[in-house]
């Protein structure tokens, strides 16, 4: 997916990566809506069987948010749906905002049950502020026009949700230093996304290393990486380059990205470093 911006939406403004309309969406969501009345379930109810929130169902029946995958499944079993769950999930498509070739990743991450992210260039889209994610958008080669900085930011906005939704999801972050030390728009900028970044450290679910200058090799220099982990415990990686993302499937990769990812781990600071670093740059600002 290469982009600028940390993980999803490159290009996506642009005509050549323009995702499909959320119309889709929405008939997704009013199939699972029309079949969850008719098996007298509330959300509430329905939500613990399909093993997601209520927060999530109401989003899907909404169509502001694509199915996670291992969703259509369940709700189809669940619901006795005689598979027009599954037929509608077939045409359902992205809201603008995320880049063609990163939308396999997208939706795997929804309902990853771990997640690792190695970034080297800028803060990892998830964890992004909206004022770091628009200075970022606002620079970007082709130029946008306003509109599609904001569809830009709604998508980002709605992607960073599954780390609040998805509690029992495993999140590792590892993040290179100078990407903190840029003053990326201003410090006022990145006094409020070092802020949330320490304010997220406090999840449980949340573990943010930094990766410190003062580390003069790592086994990351190859380029940022992400791995996932699904529900029924299949590994997956992806990698970005310029203009350009891959969906790595291939066991024996995803194994080779997996150690390298672990080594980084051991090479980065603590998560308890981490954070008096984070407060230390912070208080620089």
Not at 28 to 53: D, H, I, N
Not at 60 to 65: D, L
């Amino acid at each position: 997916m290469a982009d600028e911006v940390g993980d999803d939406d490159a290009g996506a403004a642009r005509s050549g990566n323009e995702p499909e309309t959320s119309d889709s969406l929405k008939v997704f969501g009013a199939v699972v809506k029309a079949f969850r009345k008719r098996a007298g379930l509330t959300q509430e109810a329905f939500a613990p069987l399909v093993g997601y929130s209520v927060e999530t169902i109401a989003s899907i029946e909404q169509g502001r948010r694509l199915p996670p995958v291992g969703f259509v499944e369940k709700a189809e079993e669940i619901l006795d749906a005689f598979g027009a769950i599954k037929n509608a999930a077939r045409f359902v498509g992205r809201k603008p905002g995320l880049a063609s070739w990163f939308r396999p990743w997208a939706r795997l991450e929804q309902s990853a049950a771990t997640l690792c992210t190695y970034e080297n260039r800028f803060v990892p889209g998830l964890l992004q502020t909206p004022g770091y994610a628009r200075t970022i958008f606002s620079g970007r080669i082709p130029t946008l026009e306003d509109e599609e900085i904001e569809t830009l930011l709604i998508a980002r906005v709605e992607r960073k949700k599954v780390i609040t939704e998805r509690p029992r999801t495993i999140f590792s972050f590892i993040i290179e230093e100078h990407v903190l030390r840029r003053q990326t728009g201003g410090p006022e900028v990145m006094r409020e996304q070092i802020a949330h970044l320490l304010d997220l450290c406090e999840r449980r679910n949340v573990d943010i290393q930094i990766m410190p200058q003062s580390r003069g090799y790592h086994v990351g220099l190859n380029g940022p990486m992400q791995l996932l982990e699904t529900p029924e415990n299949k590994w997956y990686a992806y990698c970005e380059g310029q203009e350009t993302g891959q969906l790595i499937s291939h066991s024996q990769v995803v194994s080779t990205l997996q150690k390298r990812y672990a080594r980084m781990r051991a090479q980065a600071l603590s998560v308890e470093d981490s954070v008096s670093l984070l407060r230390e740059i912070q208080g620089a600002l």
